[in-house]
């Protein structure tokens, strides 16, 4: 049972434009989310969080939106640059349970 | 302040043995856990580690186990490798919870 689904496996976006990933959870115990960003051959790396208190953090061009009611949240990136190709996945968790990762949504920013 | 260090970075075994890999999580990191990630299944948790003690195990079988030293690095170990087991191994540490992990660049095991 997936606890954190990405239901995109792949995206492809104009370099300069929006990029929308989002993620669905069913754990109404998760507090606590993460994106992360993976190149092939390396380990994940962090981008952004948010907690259940807020409904909207930003960083730069990325800024995460957490609907809880929807049990929904998105990443948001603006501009997308060519750089951002990777593939992104989404974590969730509450207290000390681990971080359950979704499958992950494979960007690609063209040029 | 060094990153989380896995060695080795790859590892061909063949069927029916078994490996060892290794983690050093960041230093004053006292959680390591461990994933394993596949083509299509994204990232699948083994295990969590804090100060020795197993906090939490995933839906592995038996094969799979892993320690935490003193020192706060961690090992895991496969016994009886299955060509299934070929996958990206990933280990994480964190200061505690709710905080983000720190990835290693992972091991890859190939089982042949």
């Known amino acids: 049972d997936q606890q954190v689904k990405q239901n995109s496996p792949s995206l492809s976006v104009q370099e300069g434009r929006i990029s929308i990933l989002n993620c669905d959870y069913t754990?109404?115990?998760?507090?606590?989310f993460l994106w992360y960003k993976k190149y092939p051959a390396e380990g994940p790396t962090f981008l952004i969080s948010?907690?259940?208190?807020?409904d909207k953090n930003e960083d730069g061009r990325f800024t995460v939106f957490l609907n809880k009611s929807a049990k929904h949240l998105s990443l948001h990136i603006v501009p997308s640059q060519p750089g951002d190709s990777a593939v992104y996945f989404c974590?969730?968790?509450?207290?000390?349970?681990?971080?359950?990762f979704g499958k992950g949504t494979r960007l690609s920013v063209i040029a | 302040k060094a990153g989380v260090t896995q060695t080795p970075r790859y590892l061909i075994k063949t069927r029916g043995q078994q490996v060892t890999l290794s983690c050093s999580p960041i230093?004053?990191?006292?959680?390591v856990s461990w994933y394993q990630q596949t083509p299509g299944q994204g990232l699948q948790f083994l295990f969590e580690?804090?100060?020795?003690?197993?906090?939490n195990k995933g839906n592995f079988p038996g094969r799979f186990s892993g320690r935490q030293f003193s020192n706060s690095r961690s090992e895991m170990n496969v016994s009886t490798l299955e060509l299934g087991d070929s996958a990206l191994y990933l280990c994480?540490?964190?200061?505690?919870?709710?905080?983000?992990?720190?990835f290693g660049s992972g091991t890859r095991l190939t089982v042949v």
């Open positions: 994480a540490s964190r200061e505690g919870s709710n905080y983000g992990y720190t």
């Open positions: 754990n109404s115990m998760f507090d606590y």
């Open positions: 948010i907690s259940s208190i807020k």
């Open positions: 974590a969730a968790s509450g207290g000390d349970t681990p971080l359950v």
């Open positions: 230093s004053g990191h006292r959680s």
């Open positions: 580690y804090f100060s020795e003690t197993q906090r």
